[in-house]
């Protein structure tokens, strides 16, 4: 992680350890967020960071814990920094601890720079908005939610759901229509177990991907209090590449809950007054601080595209940690148990799913014209058919119309073909929206109150395969 | 009198100082060697506890802090408008021009172009008696805005004693001296106000006439007045953001003031792309020549949020004193209030509810209080009005949490985002038995002037959606199929007056913007169509023959039609409604019943 000057005066007055925090005193010269090194009777050197100061005590949390510790032979040394992040090109192909140090036991980087690790808000007036439609291959996230080059668009996940098989077939699929260059992906775990290190890692091996990744995983077993700096290493190198290499940037960050976890635990161990369920009253404008980060800059070439995966505790999206998520991204793809537990891929349930981005990044040029009225469209057949399914199931499909029944049969084929696709399955947008016209044309015409009659003569397939027909005829 | 203390701690956004005797409540204060703006929030003794606007890593305990002696304030001159500021009134054009496209701290540039030169037409002439608000000139701020330079609140009155000539002067350059018992002042294009202090006016009237929004649903049901109150609270993904944006670009105002407190900075980055290239329906000019942003995003510092909202009803109050009708609208407050709640946490105050300090409900208040129709200060009647429309984000959609709860004591009307239409994509999500405005009463007589049978209409409409959701209940327990024609009816007509009247594209070129008079037309029509439906069925006419009639489908594009060819199209499906009911009534003679 940062370079530390060997410099720094040492203290030998820490006075009290609680959770992950240090409280020193009479310690003088020293600033807000400075980062400092906590060094163990047995020589270990810990890093540190300044979060409280004042002239009596001194508050520092430990990043890499504070067990071991004590409060007479342990020490702390200043370093009158703050926390930066070596950069450089070769952090790609690489695997970092969550506190940045090199983890696949190859050489330690040269670094071409050194960058302070909470970056600085961009200027609203200097962001460049989103456009570019990202095709992701995977139909009801393309056809109905489509990502942005410089969104942020989280997955919100449960425990057992396949997060990790949509976010690596994205990681795979995901490209800008009409042009070649693919994404560079920064991958930055926090929390998360051995095993799903190494099926991420397997899988960006096997995809011949791992070129153009750069990894930092804060696992389980270590120190939750590292998690607060991992998604902040890992974005300063996001930042590195998108606005200073001119890389476009795919950042995952999984999974955010443990994130918020670590945040929880420090505030407690710091007594502040607590917001809701315990976690602290700044925890949107902390996280807010990571999300902000994704964008596009005007006059960069580079952007930075986030997938933040969190899980939803007890799969409750009014949790807090969803919650304050979904305020500040610009949507939200939404994983569903009760469709996984039907068997189908994947699991995602259109309806409470949103890309704030949508309009910006479709129509014509981007994907194509009838994109938005379709996808509206199918919103609202869809919609429709899943009411009219608790009314048949509670009164019997005899009691449905059958303009109803028509809408049943479009939201099982919606569901079984065009929401459900394989694992590596890859379809591009036109074949995505020929299926959205396909089983949208079980209804009749006249429900498609949301679709300009031009768009429906063009691309309907009633209309499209009558055009065929009679210019056979003729 | 200016104070120089020492930081005796920091703590992220919140600091502590010493030796701050003398010192106000409010006064802004430079921090440390980078001159980090703060405000003072809490005085004990000679100690204060200071909330930073800038980022605070890196100071010391020990640095030197240094009182300006005034409350943190706005400039207010022309080159206001179409101008985009952050919380403290830093334009952040000039920011990205002096450092670059990150926030950085210590930087300070004027609200104002200092430089600028601006046609300034003076008004009075020497010996005039003035009172305060009084204008002494004007300059055409943009092709939409004639900014009027008032005398300021403080000259109660005075004579001129000396005015300028029509020419070209700086914001900074004095126009005027007047005499008054104190002695003698310069007044310049611009002055300053302090944010907090409300400005002000001779006294309050009431809110008669409502602010058209271009949206139906709004319009049409649940308008809020020129200088009364509104509020938007939905969770995320219900449309709040996008409402907001519509009713920014077509609320008819003379000046609208859009505040992004605590938002995504893309959706920022959207409005400053997208106004400057809209057109105002009414004057065909660009909406930006009226507009002016307040931008706080969630990752720029949180002192500066809180003071965002200030910052913008202080310019709405500056324009309304011109005799404007001004509209702010906030974008959310909840974030606003969770800045004060984060404040109050390191103040180690005693929390409220949820963590949030007491005094929640009061600043609350304070905010909303200063929306109104008033007559201004001055010498002739002027009339100006603020609307106040604010977004709240209740954490996970729960009315019942604190900000939600004092927003809606504290306004008159209120629109409720409903997840369950945003989920089948029916936008405006607004749900229409959970809405309601307080003013509508009083808008009776001005809505009559439009058609004087709305107040008919817009009982007949409610009441067929309540017959609608009713029979729902009924449906989902026993099925549709029992249903007889009639019953089926108000189905089909509830579901074409939520497609094709109560949906609104905010996207679309024509139906993004809808007129009061298109409004009131469409609903006419379809009401109508509800009447001769329901007339044909009870004579026996099959429901699904009156619904294959071609002008069904005409009611369904009526949205799409422009609005200046509107009257025409109004005339014909009129036309055609009675021809085509007419026939079915033919083909159906009276005395054959199902």
Redesign the interface.
Known sequence: MSEVTRTGRKFFTIREISGPLLFVEEV???????LLEVLTADGEERTGQV?????GITTVQVFQGTSDLDVKASAVRFTGE?IKLPVSMDMLGRVFTGGGKVADGGPELIPEDYWDI?????????????IDFIQTGISVIDCMNPLVR??KLPLFSGSGLPHKLIASQIVRQAKVRGQEEAFTIVFAAMGITADEARFFREDFMSMGVLSRVAIFINLAEDPAIERIITPRLALTAAEYFAFEQGMHVLAILIDMTNYCEALREISAARM?????RGYP??M??DL??IY????R????SGSITQMPILTMPDDD????IP??T???T???IILDRKVHKTGLYPPIDP??S?S??M??GIGPGKTREDH?QLS?QL??AY??GKVLR??AL???E????KV?KLYLQFADRFERDFIGQGTSENRDIEKTLDLGWEFLSVLPE?EF??I??DIIKKYSPKHTRKDADNSLVS | MSSVGTISRVAGPFLLAKGMAGSRMYELVRVGEAGVIGEIVRLDGEKAAIQAYEETIGIKPGEKVVGTGKPLSVELGPGLVGQIYDGIQRPLSVIQDLIGPRIRRGVAPPALDHKKKWSFQPMVKEKTKILSGDAIGMVQETPLVKHWILVPPWIKEGFVESIVPEGKYEVTHPIAQVKTTEGSEKLHLMHSWPVRQPRPYKTMLPTDVPLLTGQRIIDAFFPTAKGGTATIPGGFGAGKTVMLQSLAQWADADIVILVGCGERGNEMADVIEKFPKLKDYRSGKLLMNRTVIVANTSDMPIAARESSIYTAITLAEYYRDMGYDVAVMADSTSRWAEALREISGRLEEMPGEEGYPAYLASRLAEFYARAGRVTTCGSDEKCGSITAIGAVSPPGGDFSEPVTGHTLRLTRVFWALDFSLAHRRHFPAINWFMSYSEYMRSFESWYENVGPDWPKLREEAMSLLKEEEELKEVVSLVGAEILGDKQRCVFEVAKMLKEYFLLQNAFHPVDMYCPIKKTYQMLRLILEFYERTKQAVARGVPLTQVLSLGVKGELARMKIVRPEEFDETNLAITKKMSEQFGQLAEETPEGESV
């Open positions: 003088s010269g020293v600033g807000y967020g400075e979060i409280d100061v004042s002239e703050t909470h970056g600085a808000p961009i200027n609203p007036y200097s962001r460049e908005h989103p410089g969104q502040e007054i607590p917001g809701r009253g700044y949107y404008t807010a601080s902000e980060r994704a964008g800059i005007r006059g960069k999206i009014t949790h807090p919650d304050l979904g305020y500040i610009e949507g939200q309806l409470p949103l704030r981005l309009d910006k938005k509206d919103y609202y919609a429709e608790e009314t509670v009164s019997g005899a009691a449905l119309t109803d006249s109150s949301r300009d009659p």
